[in-house]
């Protein structure tokens, strides 16, 4: 894994905007370091049968996750859907050619998730209500989109660990 790449170390200290920012900013470098080195087939190995989860898998994944919980619920935008419509096309189905523009699509969908966090409101309700939650705040969404990643990170890791034997934070 490319060391230069290493997740930044977290802030212990901040507002609570700073810290959540600071979380989101670690997990998302993580996979990214997760990622790094690898080629576009290796990035699309599937884990260990019977599960077809890929490194790419996990960042397609991921892709839509930012884009639906900061895009469409936190602020109701209604153009924010998935790029990866298909029941776990995006966590199973990634192939070595579609690898450069699912990165792209990653890094656009991070840079508008920033975006969006900079100017919510945390004590505010999300412009969406979730049909099985109901309603969430702001705040909500960012402690839940923390814990995603934190989740995904730890299948990352053994991935990447199963690939190569490369593990770590």
Known sequence: MDPALDPPAVATVGTERELLQAWLDFHRQTLRWKCSGLTPEQL??????????????LMRHMTDVEVWWFGRVAVGDESATDRYPGQDEDLCEATAPTVAADWEAFEA???RSDEVFATLNLDATAAWMHPRRGPVSNRWILIHMVEEWARH???ADLIRERIDGAAGD
């Open 44 to 57: 699309c190995e599937a884990s260990a049968p019977p599960s077809r989860m890929s490194l790419a898998g």
């Open 153 to 155: 990170n730890g299948h």
């Open 109 to 111: 969908a991070i840079r």
